[in-house]
């Protein structure tokens, strides 16, 4: 779906966002896209959907180079922005003037995702909350039947209910044949909800991985006494830590201390996954 | 799927922009009708009322001139901003960028507003209420405004009557304009008017990610190129068929009516030295986009 080779790109020269990143993202997968602030999470997903062009190295998504965003592109990718203008009208307009582009729209499905949502149809989108706005134009995006759909900080100025919400939708939407990438600093929005994990750090990407194959390689739980770990935490449960899967036990994947690991132990994280 | 040019693309977009954007569309009609209707009623009063049909005439050309370039500039430019704005590569609008819409779709839709809608709609406006102003409070008899050469025939009037139909000649003229006649006189203002719409675009694409010095010089620059570029084409224009209409080489009549006089070896060189001066801002412009490239619709 998407293949990212030997990419480089700055915003301004000599401070490097991304140097020589290779990347591959299949369809039929949910990608959290995750990093710390300023590691380029949006601008991957900008440089993926063609909203920014590379410095060198290549880009194709769905086969296409995304810089040239052809209409044939474009109409099998929806990208939910995380800060979002939209005109003063009601979603009802908004789908009339704007889902003809897209060949798979449906209405129903758009009714009936923003009755789960609890959004008013019929409501000027300016009008609503900045989380009422977001659920709109998720409902519009997942609506379009897009192949690619791109979100950035989807969970952002959502309420609890309605991040669980989302998940469920979410997981529910995703077939074999679709593609969903959510970029995302609050990495326990996402959990079960994605299937597989890329972190970016520094100028690059410490891993690109499935949930499966970190659970398959790592194990997380509470540390003996003098337990040795890769990376732990104090909590009032006493050390939770990961460490390595020797006894291919499975346990739950905890994706914030992953992440958390990643950044602390990157070359250790690397090392393990690429075994 | 047609990734260049289609049709039915070409009319869901227009379609949606006309939409999206009615609100800001009927108040600059508004803004346009009424900043008219003000500056031909209200601007430059000092000659009306009087019975010299010549100075009558003078003051109203003055006030005709004032509201077609204050206007035309405002309305231009704000139609400009209104048909590229969601092309601009900064706001990431979901309607903008991330539409499955061809470049050329966007730019020839952009291109057709500006040029087609935009002047018909002006151009039919202005001289409606211009006329309707006319006929309202200088001229009892309307017909005149339009009837230009017709006129002086009809009433069989004398070379110096035919002095007042300076603003009718000008209105003749742009209808010749339309109809393509005079192809040799016009390709120069045909060519300055595309020049300076795409000047104007630019600066609606580079505008959101300038500084506001930058923003301030773009502004001054494709401003007064508008002003100059439009200004030459319509007295080229008006000047040319006053030619025809009273004999422009007696220069007596010029120095005595106080006609522009333009077809003179110093104006024709002014004519072609003047666009010379665009070179400027244009490499501006280039560099502009080139520092924007990464951000902007274009590669």
Redesign the interface.
């Known amino acids: 779906m998407i293949q990212i080779s030997n990419v480089e790109f700055y915003y301004k020269k000599g401070n490097n966002i991304f140097n020589n990143l290779e990347l591959n993202m299949k369809k039929g997968h949910i990608y959290g896209l995750l990093g710390r602030n300023g590691m380029g999470k949006s601008t991957l997903l900008k440089l993926i959907s063609g909203l920014i062009f590379s410095k060198s190295g290549k880009i194709e998504t769905m086969g296409e180079n995304p810089e040239r965003r052809l209409p044939s592109m474009m109409t099998q990718l929806f990208y939910v922005p995380e800060e979002i203008t939209t005109p003063t009208v009601s979603m009802k307009q908004f789908a009339k003037y704007n889902s003809p582009f897209y060949v798979n729209f449906s209405l129903e499905d758009l009714k009936s995702y923003m009755e789960e949502f609890e959004v008013s149809y019929e409501q000027k989108i300016s009008s609503m909350s900045l989380g009422q706005k977001k659920k709109a134009i998720i409902s519009f995006a997942l609506a379009c039947n897009t192949p690619l759909l791109i979100m950035d900080e989807p969970t952002n100025g959502l309420d609890i209910p309605s991040k669980s919400q989302f998940r469920k939708i979410v997981s529910r939407v995703t077939t074999e044949e679709r593609c969903v990438i959510i970029s995302t600093h609050q990495v326990r929005d996402l959990e079960n909800l994605i299937d597989s994990v890329v972190i970016l750090e520094g100028d690059g990407m410490i891993a690109n991985t499935s949930i499966e194959k970190i659970s398959q390689n790592f194990m997380f739980k509470v540390l003996d006494k003098g337990e040795e770990s890769i990376y732990e935490e104090s909590g009032i449960r006493g050390r939770w830590g990961i460490v390595e899967n020797n006894t291919k036990e499975e346990s739950k994947v905890d994706i914030e201390l992953f992440f958390n690991a990643a950044i602390a132990q990157p070359e250790i994280i690397k090392s393990i996954l690429t075994r | 799927?047609?990734?260049t040019f289609?049709f039915k693309?070409f009319a869901?977009y227009a379609?949606?922009h006309y939409?999206?954007n009615r609100?800001s569309y009927i108040l600059l009609l508004l803004a346009v009708i009424v900043g008219i209707f003000l500056i031909e009623t209200k601007g430059s009063t000092s000659h009306v009322g009087t019975t010299n049909i010549d100075f009558q005439t003078r003051a109203i050309t003055q006030r005709f001139y004032i509201a077609f370039f204050v206007m035309l500039s405002i309305f231009t430019i704000s139609i400009t901003y209104l048909s590229i704005k969601g092309s601009k590569?900064q706001?990431?609008?979901?309607?903008g960028?991330?539409?499955?819409?061809?470049?050329q779709e966007k730019f020839w839709f952009a291109i057709f507003n500006i040029m087609v809608v935009g002047n018909i709609v002006f151009f039919a406006g202005f001289y409606a209420i211009t006329s309707y102003v006319d006929s309202l409070y200088y001229f009892t008899e309307t017909s005149y405004i339009f009837k230009g050469i017709d006129y002086k025939i009809k009433y069989g009037l004398t070379i110096e009557d035919t002095i007042v139909n300076m603003k009718n000649s000008q209105l003749f003229s742009l209808a010749k304009f339309f109809k393509g006649s005079n192809l040799t006189y016009y390709t120069p203002i045909i060519f300055g008017y595309l020049y300076t719409v795409s000047t104007l675009m630019w600066f609606t694409i580079s505008f959101p990610k300038l500084n506001k010095a930058n923003a301030i010089i773009i502004n001054y620059f494709s401003h007064a190129l508008f002003i100059s570029s439009i200004s030459f084409a319509f007295v080229y224009i008006g000047s040319i068929t006053i030619g025809e209409i009273i004999n422009i080489q007696n220069e007596n009549i010029q120095v005595i009516y106080d006609l522009p006089i333009l077809l003179t070896k110093q104006s024709v060189i002014l004519d072609y030295v003047v666009p010379i001066f665009w070179i400027l801002p244009m490499i501006y412009f280039w560099c502009a986009w080139k520092k924007l490239?990464?951000?902007n619709n274009y590669?």
């Not at chain 2, 706001?91 to 309607?95: A, F, R, S, V």
């Not at chain 2, 960028?97 to 470049?103: K, W, Y």
């Open positions: 799927m047609n990734n289609n693309r869901l379609r949606k939409w999206e609100k590569g706001n990431l609008k979901m309607d960028m991330l539409l499955p819409i061809s470049f490239k990464t951000f590669k």
